[in-house]
């Protein structure tokens, strides 16, 4: 099964550090999500990306193709929102993975 990787992209580069009350209910929300997805086996791993330019989103998933990767990506909570984030969503090889 095709490996991807998601890099989530918030609404503005300030974001993680000036977001509302509804906002952060809403990463709540995003961040309860994803678990679903890592307890059935599609999500490997997920989380936030310090980087210095202004953090992001990361998740690497297992989809049958890249459609189906879009579409669950669509159904997470920040998406369906529709409050200015998005998604990239590239396939990955994968050179070398440790089993869990």
């Known amino acids: ?3 991807f990787f998601c ?3 918030a609404p503005r580069a300030t974001f993680a550090v000036d977001m509302t009350g509804e906002e952060k209910a809403l990463m709540q929300t995003h961040a309860a ?6 307890n059935k086996g599609v999500a490997l ?4 990306v310090l980087d210095p330019n202004g953090p992001w989103g990361l998740g690497i ?3 049958e193709d890249e459609n189906e990767a879009r579409g669950l990506m669509a159904e997470d909570p920040v998406i369906k ?3 200015g984030f998005a998604y990239e969503v590239l396939p990955m090889q994968i050179g070398m993975a440790r089993s869990a």
């Open 81 to 83: 929102a529709a409050v």
């Open 45 to 48: 791993l997920f989380g936030p």
């Open 33 to 38: 999500w994803w678990p679903g997805l890592t």
């Open 61 to 63: 998933i297992k989809a």
């Open 7 to 9: 890099r989530l992209n």
């Open 1 to 3: 099964m095709p490996y």
